[in-house]
């Protein structure tokens, strides 16, 4: 995997921040708009399928710069109402404008919880709602409650679901770069520091070789269904390797699909599949397995907020390996993980 | 340049924050400790020169993990204070006390001005306080208050000098893909956020090919005299076109001195050297030159805090650019920029 080592601000006397947005307040919309990936999957959704839009109402939460609006504003939609509670909603009203379609799209600053919009029901909601490991500072909750208040009885949610897969893999190399790496510090020992940062899921981009197991869904949402609280789930998971080697980590990613498009429109943040800015999701076991072809990892994986703060994501997987051979150890482990 | 696009979290209509440490508390640590242009510069300034801090009394301003800090204990310091205003500093703690240093290295959590060491005067004073174009969001400025504060007359700084450096490139491959950009966004005109794009220095990486200037000192720091005030700066500047080319962007970087070592010490950031983690700062211009071998660009380049916000920086820039012959138009821009 690439050593792109993510960055944070704990650092320095005085507030020495090192995000990214402390100089560059536009990078995060180019780089969402230039992952066409994603993008193209929201156009193409829309654009090709007028017959859905026409004429239609529609609700773009989390509207950001306004590109989804706009696609539903070309999709023939008779009105798009979009709704954002960050700043760059006076972009989006500037950006409507110079494209001509303030006529058709109107831009509300303000939670989705909060605000109140001119019209009693919509019948579409669009929304890009999607965060690191599908649920990490996600906008789900929100399109549940825009979805509960508004939608029509046969309104349309685009996406309308999300699954999430498990799989294992083989990262010898970058797990001692990022885990191994503390425990020699030029010369000096960090394992305190070490300890919390295996706690840490490591969002990252995995070549597809890597990967040494099938896949297993691990969540499967309905979006028109889904309720607040199947956001915290707890799944069984059994994945088989697929050739003999060694398993340093569990890997998570999300997959999308747009169901009600005429000809249902899907893409992937998984290693299979083109890069997005969602990468993949990493949990580096303490243990590294020595697998055969055809062995079984089971476990159980939980997720919910963390206690006491709701932005924050605790992960539990527990597995067991057990090999055919005596020869190799049983392994299982209790690992305990946080998305903060 | 490579288009690793730089993040912010003003986006999504929940908190849906693309801060980097948003998913890394320890990323910006790994990535400051990894960066051994800069690492290996404390290490070789200190360690070195057992000479000069053996037993001396060090403070260490804005200590991080402590790194340096235990350098100087290895280098035979007497004692070592640590100031951190971060948590960080917790781990710091317990990394000081798993090396075995704890007797001769002491932590304080605070900010440099509100804190009270121990001691009424140091003979050393280490920091990293450095930052993106080497004053954006830096810890120079507590670095002088410490020194004002605590510095022994004959004390020592590491480091000591500090220089900007500033000079043109031709970039308009790069240029397009993070301007030009916004002309078209999947068929959307985004000018209202090209305007903004253009005013926010770009902190990437640059190919040395891509410069065509030579280079020409903006700012130089003797960190023993240096003042506050001196820290907002307005230097002229002449650069001299080193072949027929075109220049898209001025390009500024920074080097750094330990002069007080036996043998100095130097590292630079600029695109002639190693990479570093704080790159270079890159400056576009509006309008492009077509500049032939030995001519030059003058000008002036302004920097100071924001009005009303001292984190940020506000830099000008003006230039001139007089060609040989009249058949190329003269060229002379007034451009604002805001480090936020």
Redesign the interface.
């Known amino acids: 995997m690439p050593g ?31 992952d066409d990936v994603r ?2 999957s929201y ?1 193409d959704a829309i654009m090709q399928n007028p017959h859905l839009f026409r004429d239609k109402i529609v609700l773009d ?5 306004g ?1 989804l609006s ?2 539903c504003a ?1 999709a023939g939609a008779k009105h798009v109402y979009g ?6 909603i006076h ?1 989006a009203v ?2 409507v404008e ?2 001509k379609l303030s006529d058709r799209i109107t831009l509300i600053q303000g ?2 919880e909060e605000i109140q919009l001119p019209v009693e029901k919509v019948d579409i909601i669009v929304s890009e ?1 999607m ?2 490991f599908l649920l ?4 789900l ?2 399109v549940l409650v825009a979805r509960d208040r508004y939608l029509a009885p046969d309104g349309l949610l685009f996406p309308d679901r999300a699954q999430i897969q498990l799989a294992a893999i083989e990262d010898a190399d970058y797990k001692s770069e ?1 885990i191994g ?1 503390w425990d020699d ?9 070490k300890k ?2 295996w706690k ?4 990252d981009t995995v070549d597809r070789i890597a990967v040494n197991t099938n896949s297993c869904v691990i969540l499967d949402l309905d979006l028109k269904t889904v309720k607040k609280e199947d956001l915290a789930f707890s799944s069984p998971f059994e994945i088989t390797a697929t050739r003999n080697d060694f398993v340093h980590a569990f890997l998570a990613w999300f997959d999308i699909e747009f169901s009600a498009c005429h000809k249902p429109i899907k893409f992937s943040t998984g290693p299979f599949s083109r890069y997005t800015h969602w990468k993949q999701t990493v949990f580096y076991t303490h243990k590294d397995l020595t697998v055969k072809a055809g062995e079984y990892i089971r476990g159980t994986i939980t997720c919910k907020p963390a206690e006491g703060n709701h ?1 924050e994501l605790d992960i539990d997987i527990s597995y067991t390996f057990n090999p055919r051979e005596p020869n190799r150890e049983p392994v299982s482990e209790d690992l305990s993980y946080r ?2």
Chains 1, 2 share one sequence.
């Not at 947005?21 to 995060?28: A, E, K, L, P, V």
């Not at 709704?83 to 760059?88: P, Q």
């Not at 510090?185 to 520091?193: E, L, R």
């Open positions: 792109n080592t993510k960055k944070s601000a704990d650092s320095g006397l005085t507030a020495k921040d090192y995000y990214f947005d402390s100089y560059s307040h536009w990078g995060i919309h180019e780089e969402m708009l230039k993008t193209l156009r939460v989390g509207c950001g710069t590109i706009m696609f070309r709704v954002d509670m960050s700043e760059i972009k500037q950006i110079v494209n939670k989705m709602w965060g690191y990490y500072e996600s906008m909750d929100t990022k790496f510090v030029y010369g000096f020992d960090f394992s305190p520091i919390d940062v840490e899921p490591l969002v932005r998305m903060c």
